[in-house]
């Protein structure tokens, strides 16, 4: 049978398992899962006896700073077990508590026995790192947003003792060029929390929008967040497109803005916002272009990426005053230490042509026009640390031609060094200046991971792959940390975006707490692969390249369906892979009552809510939905499937043939779903633009879905032979 791509093409998605619980049972121990960690700990010790949650679990916490802490595990553990967890001052079932943990910032110890665990960390961040230790030791289930039945939540005994190689594990988003939702942007900060990291990196403006309130400023979100056009990209087509109508206005409102501070303060991330300066301001000129290098001029919100000649006038005091007004707002927004204010790709053709530009640079002594960039950074800077407030830089301000690095030197701005990430992390060394690395190619994540045909098209040539990125040396003259950063050009939806930073995110995470000395793709591998579970309970999209085959212990290279969720369907037809007049181009159909088909082949044992191939269905056509089949995965057993027709979405087919023979026959069950099949165990393959699967059930061995032939009425029936059925 195969996959027609017309509708929506099959990509890779997650097919590996980590080992699962069996029903709870009085008379023999609990099992429990092997520890499997991302990021690795630095030092696990493990014995042979297991601690099981009680339904009368307590969250106990012995410092009130505590308290979000204990809400937020509570909130993990409770909705799949059922059970109605308290948070209580001092010791509980699981205890929390700040205490002496050797290491740097988010250092933790995390003990277990068969009755209690304790969480201690050496900062509020320590605790938070420990309960997602403590949540990877779970079930993949406890992940589940509704309860899961039948499931021991045990855990293996263990005694961990964690600290990170680096306080700063970060990940940048770009919303400018393509607009992400508060909750779009809360699951971002979902799976950081997941992995430990604790630095998000949100660039709020660009050249392409605007997208953060300013009250002194309405233009901005009137004006500077809407683009003309926008460049669309479909995940599951591969392919892009213009939407030819005006893209916004998307921006976040204030308290929009709040509730994920809030949020991400839970659990304990950092947002530093990027007010991109003086350069990508086109946006921002097209609102107010009296504070750029020409007023009268043309400005307009870009639609395309690449850069602007656009920017700020740094010598009109009003632009300059502009700068500090939106900085103003943006730090009563953003609690956290680091306020980015760009710094990267600034041309300075329109400052060299500017009459006010040519005053300032004679006025100054200047003897090159980037050390106005320069003394515009020195102005922000010392407005921000009026505020308490520290300025971030990408590596442009310290490493394009003529900067003033004295002048940079006094800041001590933190440099994000990404082109050339190495040599501007050791001028930055040089300068007594503290860097983040995040390196263009394997640690920007919005890159293409391959050049297969499921890859979208995207930035790269395909080698940025999670392989890369795990094995990139991190420079020993990185004092920060690290980050992986995301552009949006070409990443237009939220499954796109999580499909290209998964599991890349995954790697840099661990490369960013790990020591370097426990460097090992091949263990990483594994443990990333079975986590897959977590992430199918959570909806994530991700890549598959380098996920483990649970069957052979090797990379699988099939392109496999989509990973359908029981929250979001995607449809196919699946087609007869016979080439005969009579079967060519049929289809699997549902049949419904008043088909045709009833009639045509009675005899066959045609009946309603049986499965039989027919000729393909207009859209519109009363039997058209009867023939859309989402192939929904089973979060508890990825690479099992239940077969979803679109007119029946709340049931699936049933796995029990009505006999095990060429006269048997599929039907479906309207109300349940039945992760008992399997794809490609038999056969696969492609031909043409389509991909060809064997289907079977594990419920019948030896035997797989058929299209049959004019002597079983064209039935979908049972065939043991998979390289001769269709």
Same mark, same amino acid.
């Given at each position: 049978?195969?996959?027609?791509?017309?509708?929506?093409?099959?990509?890779?998605?997650?097919t590996?398992?980590?080992s699962?619980? $069996?029903g709870?049972?009085?008379s023999?121990?609990?099992?429990?899962r092997?520890?499997?960690?991302?990021?690795?700990?630095?030092?696990?010790?493990?014995?042979s006896?297991?601690?099981v949650?009680?339904?009368?679990?307590?969250?106990?916490?012995?410092?009130?700073?505590?308290?979000?802490?204990?809400?937020?595990?509570?909130g993990?553990?409770?909705?799949?077990?059922? #059970?109605?967890?308290?948070?209580?001052d001092?010791e509980?079932?699981?205890?929390?508590?700040l205490?002496?943990?050797?290491g740097?910032?988010?250092a933790?110890?995390?003990?277990?026995?068969?009755?209690?665990?304790?969480?201690?960390?050496?900062?509020?961040?320590?605790?938070?790192?420990?309960i997602?230790?403590?949540?990877?030791?779970?079930?993949?289930?406890?992940?589940?947003?509704?309860?899961?039945d039948?499931?021991d939540?045990?855990?293996?005994?263990?005694?961990?003792n964690?600290?990170?190689?680096?306080?700063?594990?970060?990940?940048?988003?770009?919303?400018?060029r393509?607009?992400?939702?508060?909750?779009?942007?809360?699951?971002?900060?979902?799976?950081?929390?997941?992995?430990?990291?604790?630095?998000?990196?949100w660039h709020?403006?660009?050249d392409q929008?605007?997208?953060?309130?300013?009250?002194?400023?309405?233009? $901005?979100?009137t004006?500077?967040?809407?683009?003309?056009?926008s460049?669309?990209?479909?995940?599951?087509?591969?392919?892009?497109?213009?939407?030819?109508?005006?893209?916004?206005?998307?921006f976040?409102?204030k308290?929009?803005?709040?509730?994920?501070?809030?949020?991400?303060k839970?659990r304990?991330i950092e947002i530093?916002?990027?007010?991109?300066?003086?350069?990508?301001?086109?946006?921002?000129?097209t609102?107010y272009?009296e504070?750029?290098?020409n007023?009268?001029?043309?400005h307009?919100?870009?639609?395309?990426?690449?850069?602007?000649?656009?920017?700020?006038?740094?010598a009109?005091?009003?632009?300059?005053?502009f700068?500090?007004?939106?900085?103003e707002e943006?730090?009563? $927004?953003?609690?956290?230490?680091?306020?980015?204010?760009?710094?990267?790709?600034?041309?300075?053709?329109?400052w060299?042509?500017?009459?006010?530009?040519?005053?300032?640079?004679?006025?100054?002594?200047?003897?090159?026009?980037?050390?106005?960039?320069?003394?515009?950074?020195?102005?922000?800077?010392e407005?921000?640390k009026?505020?308490?407030?520290?300025?971030?830089?990408?590596?442009?301000?310290?490493?394009?031609?003529? *900067?003033?690095?004295?002048?940079m030197?006094?800041?001590d701005?933190?440099?994000?060094c990404?082109?050339?990430?190495?040599?501007?992390?050791?001028? *930055?060394?040089?300068?007594?200046?503290?860097?983040?690395?995040?390196?263009?190619?394997?640690?920007?994540?919005?890159?293409?991971?391959?050049n297969?045909e499921?890859?979208?098209p995207?930035a790269?040539?395909?080698?940025?792959?999670?392989?890369?990125? #795990?094995?990139?040396?991190?420079?020993d003259g990185?004092?920060?940390g690290?980050?992986?950063?995301?552009?949006c050009? +070409?990443?237009?939806?939220?499954?796109?975006m999580?499909?290209s930073?998964l599991?890349r995110?995954?790697?840099?995470?661990?490369?960013?707490?790990?020591?370097?000395?426990?460097?090992?793709?091949?263990?990483?591998?594994?443990r990333?692969?079975?986590d897959?579970?977590?992430?199918?309970?959570n909806?994530?999209?991700?890549?598959?390249?380098?996920?483990?085959?649970?069957?052979?212990?090797g990379?699988?290279?099939?392109?496999?369906?989509?990973?359908?969720?029981?929250?979001?369907?995607?449809?196919y037809?699946?087609?007869?892979?016979?080439?005969?007049?009579?079967?060519?181009?049929?289809?699997?159909?549902?049949i419904?009552?008043?088909?045709?088909?009833?009639t045509?082949?009675?005899?066959k +044992?045609?009946?309603v809510?049986?499965?039989?191939?027919?000729?393909?269905?207009?859209e519109?056509?009363?039997?058209?939905?009867?023939?859309?089949?989402?192939?929904?995965?089973?979060?508890n057993?990825?690479?099992?499937?239940?077969?979803?027709?679109?007119?029946?979405?709340?049931?699936?087919?049933?796995?029990?043939p009505?006999?095990?023979?060429?006269?048997?026959?599929? +039907?479906?069950?309207?109300?349940?779903?039945?992760y008992?099949f399997?794809?490609?165990?038999?056969?696969?393959?492609?031909?043409?633009?389509n991909?060809?699967y064997?289907?079977?059930?594990?419920?019948?061995?030896?035997?797989?879905?058929?299209?049959s032939?004019?002597?079983?009425? $064209?039935?979908? +029936?049972?065939?043991?032979?998979?390289?001769?059925?269709?």
């Open positions: 049978l195969m996959i027609k791509q017309t509708y929506k093409k099959w990509i890779a998605a997650c590996v398992t980590s699962l619980l $069996l709870a049972c009085t023999t121990p609990p099992s429990v092997d520890v499997s960690i991302v990021p690795l700990p630095n030092n696990v010790q493990q014995d006896s297991a601690f949650l009680p339904k009368s679990c307590t969250i106990g916490i012995t410092d009130s700073r505590l308290a979000p802490a204990a809400e937020y595990l509570a993990i553990l409770s909705p799949s077990t059922g #059970y109605n967890i308290k948070v209580q001092g509980g079932t699981i205890t929390l508590s205490g002496e943990v050797e740097k910032e988010g933790y110890q995390l003990k277990t026995d068969t009755k209690k665990i304790n969480i201690k960390g050496n900062s509020y961040g320590g605790v938070i790192a420990g997602e230790s403590l949540r990877q030791l779970f079930p993949p289930q406890i992940e589940s947003k509704q309860i899961v039948g499931v939540w045990a855990i293996p005994s263990v005694d961990i964690d600290a990170p190689r680096f306080t700063w594990r970060g990940i940048m988003l770009d919303v400018s393509h607009f992400y939702s508060k909750d779009e942007v809360k699951e971002l900060l979902d799976v950081m929390a997941l992995y430990k990291m604790n630095k998000f990196h709020l403006t660009d929008g605007w997208r953060v309130e300013i009250t002194k400023y309405p233009k $901005l979100t004006i500077a967040s809407i683009a003309p056009n460049l669309f990209t479909d995940l599951y087509e591969a392919k892009q497109y213009w939407i030819n109508k005006p893209y916004g206005p998307y976040y409102t308290e929009e803005i709040k509730d994920v501070v809030a949020y991400a839970e304990h530093i916002p990027e007010i991109d300066m003086p350069g990508h301001s086109a946006a921002a000129m609102a272009p504070f750029s290098c007023p009268s001029g043309g307009t919100v870009w639609s395309n990426g690449g850069i602007s000649y656009d920017i700020i006038n740094v009109n005091p009003a632009a300059v005053q700068a500090k007004d939106v900085l943006i730090m009563e $927004l953003f609690p956290g230490e680091h306020i980015h204010i760009g710094g990267d790709e600034c041309p300075t053709d329109e060299e042509k500017n009459a006010e530009c040519q005053a300032l640079y004679k006025k100054l002594g200047l003897t090159s026009y980037r050390q106005l960039q320069s003394h515009f950074i020195q102005q922000l800077d407005f921000v009026e505020k308490g407030h520290k300025l971030s830089v990408w590596n442009e301000a310290i490493t394009a031609s003529g *900067a003033d690095l004295d002048i030197k006094a800041t701005a933190d440099v994000y990404w082109q050339p990430a190495e040599a501007a992390v050791a001028k *930055a060394k040089k300068e007594g200046m503290n860097s983040i690395y995040t390196p263009w190619g394997p640690y920007y994540i919005n890159r293409k991971q391959g297969s499921q890859d979208p995207n790269g040539d395909g080698s940025d792959h999670v392989q890369n990125t #795990y094995n990139r040396n991190i420079p990185v004092t920060r690290i980050q992986g950063t995301f552009w050009e +070409n990443v237009s939806n939220a499954d796109l999580e499909w930073a599991p995110l995954i790697a840099i995470a661990e490369r960013g707490w790990t020591p370097e000395a426990n460097k090992d793709f091949s263990d990483f591998q594994k990333m692969s079975a897959t579970v977590m992430l199918n309970y909806n994530y999209k991700y890549c598959k390249y380098y996920m483990l085959d649970a069957d052979n212990g990379t699988s290279s099939r392109v496999m369906p989509f990973a359908n969720t029981a929250d979001k369907k995607y449809y037809r699946i087609i007869s892979g016979g080439t005969d007049n009579t079967r060519v181009g049929r289809c699997i159909e549902l419904a009552e008043g088909s045709p088909l009833l045509s082949y009675a005899n +044992n045609a009946a809510g049986r499965l039989w191939t027919n000729t393909q269905a207009a519109g056509a009363d039997n058209y939905d009867y023939q859309w089949w989402s192939i929904e995965e089973d979060p057993n990825a690479g099992k499937y239940a077969l979803v027709c679109k007119a029946q979405p709340n049931g699936s087919v049933n796995p029990n009505t006999a095990v023979s060429t006269s048997g026959r599929w +039907n479906y069950d309207n109300n349940t779903k039945h008992n399997t794809l490609g165990d038999g056969a696969y393959g492609k031909k043409g633009n991909y060809y064997t289907l079977s059930s594990d419920k019948v061995s030896g035997q797989y879905f058929n299209s032939m004019s002597g079983q009425g $064209l039935a979908v +029936n049972l065939y043991s032979n998979p390289t001769d059925g269709n």
